[in-house]
């Protein structure tokens, strides 16, 4: 179990007690297995603004938002969950797939923990079953010596498993899944057993357009999985707000503790959101892209980075230096060139805009550098 | 008196209605419709008429002002149109049907004449939507309105109408509701028992009707029913002045009425609400067989899509729908399900997924309908022409070498002419030698070719333009020699004069030669615009060339020789303005640019024309110290083509622009033009390399940058055929060995390079 020491506490645990309140009278009927009802996995993932519910114990509890974003795409995959069919979480790097996928999971098994995460490496084993072959050579196949993968406990469990990245895996594995989904049960042949998922069972895979991607699964997986897109945020407000309450979330697991000034967090979503497009808010003029994914998550990383330099070597509030530097890091990750990409739009697109920030950006940009 | 409010094109209002008049048999049924409209309700009803239908509202010649563009108003109705239902129920019945509007004169008085129904603002739909907790005015209304099962429509309705007048109420509106209550107090007056009327309007109105009536015209009528006496203001009727409309009927289509949301009275998907409609108000029906329709679609198409995806899909929207406390899966639904469930997250299902909610349908009207004669003549000759007609674009092929595919064609560039929205020509393979400068809408083009490619699509607004235009003449040739002979008053240019003259033969309007004629010769004397008169020339010739082919026999050759010698005297003045033509800032080189190209064309081509007096003028052009570079480059590679420049004359012409003592950027813009034309012959001459790689050697580093831009436009286009004429005649001039040339100047082969390249030569361009 994760306590205050570890560095990240899991959705269930860091919001124990708003889902403890949403489970406390839930007037609607439960899909079988699910700890809570559609409406209330929606309103866990929405917030319920100024609405509170109580717990057992009467405190009254708000819910705050995790998803910041359309609705409806939510409500689709819920009720994909809720289905036959497993639910695939599709975008561009940095939309916040696994964040809905752990979530999502929390609010409907009450974990999210039951993750098998997709590598080129992944095997079939680690996707249904492994031995303990010290236990296997000495008595061989037993209950005792199998090592059951996270998608078997959440089949045994009635719970919803997570495949994080699963496009990264070789297609045989991936088809590993296809009789999970469709037959809903796992053979375990050397024990001649077969193990039954229990209601409640679900998948929620995420898979990232830049990878190999969903060309590349075979068209039997891809009927077996309802496909949500979840959208590059459209909105310089929206995604600022999701930036900032996003880094100080993270600031607070990291113990951090600096100033985070609103205007720095607009110009680095700006930048990002400029060079994620390739031209600026005011379509003016051309910015090149990095070969990087200039993600909403990524500028969230950005921030945290920064607002630790800012209270380990700075004043203790993120400004132009702490922004310029933590923005090279993560702009020049994958090739040189893409530094050019940023020295270019310090030059054409910072260095003409009036205001105080974009001049002190483009003077701690061009020291960095 | 009955008022049932009523939203137009709603399934569930029309399903109610009928129910309502089966049960009261009214004996008057007032029908929100323009008053004027009423002696039309038996053509909306005779069995030949086939919704969707629109009532059209024109202005007569009589009544438009000097120089107003014509006007007009539709009043769509489909099949689930509650007022279309009220006349048919209420025909069944035997009540009398009236329209009861203001006249439909007054919609066209008005700023947008073509907007009927209730007239909220769509910010005021999408404030009554967010009150009620959604995003969407049309999701709203078809969860709370359309899928209201047992529910009271009327009281849901009224409740809506009196949400809409909250936001506003604008003079137009009380005008109208002025109008229907004193129709409303016309009736009562003439005996009509005030239980038996049943009054069927829009929503914001139905308010305004159950308020006291004012005293009606004959003030000897007995007791007036007041349903609900309120405090509200009386309504004063506002006698804004208006002029009589015609009215006729004509047929309509589901995509035309996809397209008027906005304002209330829309419908965003025609097709899947006829299948509500058909299917009694299920939702789930209408949606589950959206939901098959698709992936029948979507599986013809190639896509692997299947029955179990289908019926997957159906699931997941009754589940959707019961997560948004709906009672059944909408449109909405139906969206976001097939892209889950069917797009496997790579392509887009909407764009299968809206034309089958939208539907193709177009409706027919009933022959006893009076129709304007242009309408007449139209809808005569496509069907006697076996034209398609359907409201999607579908691709025709006519044959000029029959007689058909003439009148066909004639048929359709009338129709152009006079603006009427129903073909468009598409660009066909020239047939034979062309101007080498003519795009697909020079219609000198059209002229020399033996088949046409066009595009037709029939929309309501076909038959509207058709209505509104028959102002202007009876029949489609007469329109089309008006406006002809307007743009031929209106002619300042040459040019436009000949491109008229063009269109009169392509039209094949014998009739207006003379005229054309006479404004050609008119406009040609004063004109002094050199691409204006070498346009025309470009035109005149073609019809020299080609106008035969086009016109009816007999009537051409008195005006062939007329047409001879316009165009050499165009030609004659346009070749005269040389070189003085050519001295242009650089904005200009363009237009300069095809004019030389076209002279150069026609004078080469037709032998009536002294192809020496233009080599004169271009030789003075080349030569000419004030001449653009680019065109002194144009002039010199024009005449070296057509042999009227020897190679050491053309040497010379280099030597003045490239030397050292020549500015390096008029150098580069010379090279531009020089290079333009003919590039393999020059490119293989030792001479001229060699002048080019003396001018590139000269060019001082610092100023190579301004004139990089201007090389590489020259430079860019070069075949690779023509790069290795280039090469092999630079490999020989340095007394290399060819191949050894090529590896060296070779360009780079992988794709990195090319890309490091492109991008340094990026940024040097993006600097200047």
Partial sequence: ?369 | VIVFPVRHHSPAGARWLATLIHELRPHLILIEGPSDATPLIPHLLATDTRPPVAILAYLSAEALAEGEEPRSSAWPLCDYSPEYVAMRVGHQVGAELRFFDLPAGAFLEQVEPSRPGHDASPDVWRAIAQRFGFEDYEEFWECRFEMIGDGDLAEAMLELGRLVREFGVDDHDLARESWMRAELARALAEGYDATQILIVCGAAHAPALEMPLPDPPTSQSPNLPISQPTNLPTFQFSNAPFRPAHLTVIPYSYPRLSEQLGYGAGNRAPAYYQVVWQRGGDFGQASQQALIRTGEVLHQAGYAVSLADAIEANRLAHSLALLRDKPAPGLSEVREVAQACYGRGVFDVDRVLWPLLIGEAVGSVSVQVARTALQQEFHDTVARLGLPFSDAPREHRLYLTEAAGVEASVFLHRLVAVEIPFGQVQAVQMVGPGPSTADASDPARWLGQLREKWILQWTPLTDIRLAESSVQGDSLAEVCARRFRHRLSEAQRVADAADVLLHIVLTRLEPLYPDGLAACERTSSADEDLPSLARAAHALYSLVKYGSSRAAHGSQSMALEAIERLLSKVYVRASMLLPAAAAVADEAVHPTRDALLMLHDVARQSSLLDGALLAGRLRLTAQGAGSHPTLSGLSGTLLFMSGDLSEPDLTTLLSQWLSGGAKPLAGAQFLEGLLALNRAVLLRNQAIVGWLDGYLQTVPGERFVAVLPVLRRAFADLAPAEMDYLLGTLARLLGLEPDRAGAAVQPPVTADELAAIDEELDGLLDKL
């Fill in chain 1, 1 to 369: 179990l994760a306590d205050s020491t570890s560095i990240r506490q899991p959705a269930e645990e860091r919001y124990a007690l708003e889902l403890e309140a949403l489970r406390h009278q839930d007037p609607h009927s439960c899909p079988p297995g699910w700890l809570l009802s559609p409406k209330r996995v929606e309103v866990f993932m929405m917030g319920s603004g100024k609405e509170t519910f109580a717990t057992p114990g009467g405190q009254a509890v708000a819910i705050r938002p995790k998803y910041l974003g359309d609705r409806r795409l939510i409500q689709v995959a819920i009720a994909t969950l809720a289905s036959e069919r497993a639910l695939l979480l599709v975008g561009e790097p940095g939309t916040a797939k696994s964040w809905v996928s752990e979530h999502l999971a929390a609010a409907i098994s009450g974990t999210s923990r039951l993750i098998v995460q997709g590598t080129a490496g992944t095997t079939e084993d680690q996707v249904k079953y492994a031995w303990n072959y010290a236990l296997l050579l000495a008595e061989g196949p037993s209950e005792r010596a199998l090592v059951p993968s996270p998608l078997l406990h959440a089949m045994r469990q009635g719970r919803i498993a997570r495949f994080e990245e699963m496009t990264r895996c070789a297609s045989e594995v991936q088809d590993t899944l296809l009789s999970v989904l469709s037959e809903k049960e796992i053979a375990i042949s050397e024990l001649g057993q077969v193990v039954p998922a229990r209601h409640g069972f679900n998948l929620i895979a995420t898979a990232n357009t830049r990878d190999r991607g969903i060309n590349d699964m075979s068209s039997a997986l891809k009927r077996r999985f309802n496909f949500v897109t979840l959208p590059v945020v459209s909105d310089l407000e929206q995604e600022m707000t999701i930036v900032e309450t996003r880094t100080r979330e993270l600031m607070a697991d990291y113990q951090v503790q600096a100033e985070l000034p609103p205007d720095w967090t607009r110009l680095l979503v700006t930048v990002f959101r400029e060079m994620r497009a390739g031209l600026t808010l005011d379509s003016q003029t051309k910015v090149k892209s990095p070969s990087t994914a200039m993600s909403t998550a990524e500028a969230i990383s950005v921030l945290l980075n920064g607002s630790l330099l800012a209270q380990h070597f700075g004043k203790g509030q993120v400004g132009p230096d702490e922004v310029a530097r933590s923005l090279l890091g993560a702009v020049a990750k994958e090739d040189a060139r893409d530094v050019t990409c940023l020295e270019e739009y310090l030059e054409n697109v910072a260095r003409p805009r009036k205001g105080g920030e974009w001049q002190a950006f483009y003077r701690a940009g061009k020291d960095v550098l």
